[in-house]
T-cell receptor, first 118, second 111 residues
Framework: EPEVTQTPSHQVTQMGQEVILRCVPI?????FYWYRQILGQKVEFLVS????????KSEIFDDQFSVERPDGSNFTLKIRSTKLEDSAMYFC????????????????FGAGSRLTVL | GQQLNQSPQSMFIQEGEDVSMNCTSS?????WLWYKQDPGEGPVLLIA?????ELTSNGRLTAQFGITRKDSFLNISASIPSDVGIYFC???????????FGQGTRLTINP
């Protein structure tokens, strides 16, 4: 079954350092997303990306965050200057079409990248 | 912003028991989804609901999309050890791309 793959599975970084989390979405999917989950809390939306541009973002997704699709397969999340409160699991997801309405539009999530900021 | 209130927060049951959990909101959602998350993994889709009143089953799991479009429930019948995990409801508002997640229900099963 097709899956969303994420690397690294765990990254430890010092506060103020830049971090890039990588994702390979399912190959025929057109919509890409990043969500995060602080330990013990609910999953929160960060950003959605379609047609090489951000289509929707949350208040969490401030100027420290950026996303990019550098080639035909990867989708990255960059945090420019990490803060302690950025420590969380970051999930990449993708969907074949605009979310909602039918099965093809349901998000498939990756296993996540755990970010620990010291 | 939109919020989903999921209950209960945790459940401790005996193997073989049935489980019921639900999500409510003051907002209307056009799609309701139920995900399961195992430790160290991402959410895995269990059931998707697209129409108010829809009742859908997936094996021992049954979920319903509330008539008011502001709530949904998930039932698990005859629980087994592999049902252990955290269950999340998630809702999608018409025209939006972001999923709004509930706080999760942690299910623990005593053998």
């Amino acid at each position: 079954e097709p899956e969303v793959t994420q690397t690294p599975s765990h990254q430890v970084t010092q506060m103020g350092q830049e971090v890039i989390l990588r994702c390979v979405p399912i190959s025929n999917h057109l919509y890409f997303y990043w969500y995060r989950q602080i330990l013990g809390q609910k999953v929160e939306f960060l950003v959605s990306f379609y047609n090489n541009e951000i289509s929707e973002k949350s208040e969490i997704f401030d100027d420290q965050f950026s996303v990019e699709r550098p080639d035909g397969s990867n989708f990255t999340l960059k945090i420019r200057s990490t803060k302690l409160e950025d420590s969380a699991m970051y999930f990449c997801a993708s969907s074949e079409d605009f979310p909602g309405g039918s099965g093809a539009n349901v998000l498939t999530f990756g296993a996540g990248s755990r970010l620990t900021v010291l | 912003g939109q919020q989903l209130n999921q209950s209960p927060q945790s459940m401790f049951i005996q193997e073989g028991e049935d489980v019921s959990m639900n999500c409510t909101s003051s907002s209307i959602f056009n799609t309701w989804l139920w995900y399961k998350q195992d430790p160290g993994e991402g959410p895995v889709l269990l059931i998707a609901l697209y129409k108010a009143g829809e009742l859908t089953s997936n094996g021992r799991l049954t979920a319903q999309f509330g008539i008011t479009r502001k709530d949904s429930f998930l039932n698990i019948s005859a629980s087994i050890p592999s049902d252990v995990g955290i269950y999340f409801c998630a809702g999608l508002i018409q025209g939006a791309q972001k999923l709004v997640f509930g706080q999760g229900t942690r299910l623990t099963i005593n053998p």
